[in-house]
């Protein structure tokens, strides 16, 4: 069976002692960087007098990943424009740090350019000739199986992680077992949301944890 999938994901453990002071503290030293997450979501600001024909709207913030411009543009111009396909790149890269450190996986502090411990990466499409062009509209649909598997996923993923948040505290460690299934949970997440929200595959993302 071929397991190579087009929305690849590892992330390197830690195989050393961890910042334990971090670690207690980490839902408080998480939030400079989650305020940066919640300035991409962005904000629109309108002026301009009352009923004015010459109000302006301004943009402050980006938008986080883009899903329905490349959309569009899959379904009636079959292209997906290299910009766009970059920044959803990035940008998942950088949430995906951001989670990371707040599942302990990672005691430095989130980079919003450096690879660091993350490996995330898929291929940029042939939208013309690899892609099906009506497939987006419905992505989102299909992949509802996968939404109901990932709540439960979650909720083990949770309860993982607020064990290795005291297994970190007494012994400094992440125990491995515990990480690799908090990697499979982000790898099966990043692989639904390259399918049905990136649009970068057409290949239905499998059901399991490994690469």
Do not use: C
């Not at 290299?82 to 890269?93: A, G, S, T």
């Not at 660091?116 to 499409?125: E, G, K, M, N, R």
């Not at 598997?149 to 309860?159: E, N, S």
């Not at 990480?179 to 929200?197: K, L, Q, S, T």
């Amino acid at each position: 069976m071929n397991n190579d999938y087009p929305v690849s994901l590892s992330i390197d453990y830690p195989d050393r002692a961890l910042n334990r002071l971090t670690t207690a503290l980490r839902i408080f030293t998480v939030i400079p960087i989650a305020i940066v997450l919640g300035a991409i979501s962005g904000y629109n600001a309108r002026y301009g007098g009352h009923g004015s024909t010459g109000a302006t709207s301004i943009a402050a913030g980006g938008t986080g990943l883009l899903f329905l411009p490349p959309l569009l543009m899959i379904v009636f111009r079959q292209r997906y424009p290299r910009w766009w396909f970059d920044w959803n790149l990035q940008i998942l890269r950088f949430f995906t740090r951001v989670g990371l450190y707040v599942a302990l996986m990672d005691d430095r502090y989130p980079s919003t350019e450096d690879e660091q411990s993350l490996h995330l990466d898929f291929a940029y499409p042939d939208a013309e000739h690899g892609l099906n062009r009506w497939l987006p509209l419905v992505k989102w649909l299909l992949a509802i199986p996968h939404y109901i598997v990932l709540f439960f996923l979650y909720l083990g993923a949770f309860i993982a992680v607020i064990g290795a948040w005291f297994a970190i505290l007494l012994t400094g460690r992440y125990p491995r077992g515990i990480f690799d299934y908090v990697e499979g949970v982000i790898r099966w997440h990043n692989r639904v949301v390259g399918y049905a929200f990136v649009l970068v595959t057409d290949q239905y993302p499998p059901f399991r944890l490994g690469p």
